[in-house]
């Protein structure tokens, strides 16, 4: 295993509790697994102390949660945090990118909200710059639908529906449901964008299927779904079916059963995430932090990023990095 370790951060003369930050990792990982989450924390700790990602990455989500630990906002923002110091520009197609761009998100979350009990302010605009940088350079998915969600309600941007529509694309082309069932409805009603009844229908049938298979946003997704292929007329739901295979879903006649026995009103709107003021949590959703895959601690081949330079603001880290075997 490769550890990556800030050198600032560790004293001289503090006692070594633990053989390594790779053993305390360990030691840590192998208690949280076997549901002692007290003894972990302090294993987890010592390790993140030294930079080792995998270790804040679970402490983080620890905290965010507030699952067997007391919630603590402030703890999980310090961690996401130090992530997003240490590794704001390290190149994409590395294997740990990923889990920095999940910093990035919770951090966007953060800060949208606001967190007034560490006196960080609601900053939408900072927010946003958060997102994507998340969203740009790491491509991550959840941060192009925030990102387009800020367009569609104006929040912390200037409101625009094209540049929202573009961001929405690039996370529905990931399969993510809530950014297809966002994109689907724009399209669909032309809300902004250019009506596009069958492209419309095709993204909210997908986001409907990811939906049921995430088990995440079901409700509002399925609503938006049935309403849709309840209006649709046959050659509508036909070109859409034809559409599926290349929006990245099967082959196959649409399911009909679903929406057939759904009679909505034509003036009925459903309320989504687009079509409401933009909600501003104060934390990140804790069902976003949990059940995550966690990083592989090596072997990582790192160098020192860059200062962010793109107002995103976190600087550079420290005065460089050491490799622990």
């Known amino acids: 295993f490769i550890i990556l370790t800030p050198a600032a951060v560790i004293g001289a003369d503090e006692p070594p509790l633990y053989a390594s930050a790779t053993e305390a990792y360990r030691q840590g990982a192998s208690a949280m697994k076997s549901g002692q989450t007290a003894a972990a924390v302090p294993a987890l700790e010592y390790a993140a102390k030294r930079g080792v990602l995998g270790a804040q990455l679970k402490l983080a989500r620890l905290y965010a949660a507030g699952r067997d630990v007391p919630r ?18 390290i190149t ?19 800060y949208a909200g606001g967190l007034p009990a560490m006196g960080l302010r609601s900053d939408p605009g900072y927010a946003a710059g958060l997102f994507r940088h998340a969203g740009a350079y790491f491509g ?38 809530g950014a297809q069932a966002i994109l689907g409805e724009l399209l669909w009603r032309g809300d902004g964008v250019s009506q596009t009844e069958a492209k419309g229908l095709a993204l909210l049938t997908l986001a409907n299927e990811n939906a049921k298979a995430s088990g995440q946003d079901l409700d509002w997704i399925g609503q938006l779904y049935q309403e849709a292929f309840a209006h649709a007329d046959n050659a509508v739901r036909k070109e859409a079916e034809a559409l599926l295979p290349q929006l990245g879903g099967p082959n196959r006649a649409a399911t ?14 459903i309320v989504t995430p687009a079509t409401r003021a933009l909600a501003k949590p104060a934390t990140p959703p804790a069902a976003a932090l949990t059940a995550r895959e966690e990083p592989r601690l090596g072997p990582v081949e790192v160098v020192p990023p860059a200062a962010m330079g793109m107002s995103v603001g976190f600087g550079a880290p420290g005065d460089g990095l050491t490799l622990e075997p």
């Not at 920095?100 to 979350?109: S, T």
């Not at 009909?256 to 709107?269: F, W």
């Open 72 to 89: 603590d906002d402030a703890k999980a923002f310090y961690y996401f945090q130090n992530i997003a110091d240490q590794y704001a520009e």
């Open 92 to 110: 994409p197609s590395s294997p740990i990118a990923k889990y920095v761009g999940e910093a990035f998100v919770a951090l966007g979350w953060y």
């Open 140 to 177: 991550n998915a959840e941060a192009q639908y925030q990102l387009g969600r800020l367009y569609i309600a104006g929040t912390g941007v200037e409101k625009n529906s094209t540049i929202a529509a573009n961001w929405l694309a690039m996370a529905a082309r990931k399969q993510h449901a």
């Open 256 to 269: 009909e059963a679903t929406a057939a026995a759904v009679t909505i009103p034509p003036s009925t709107r």
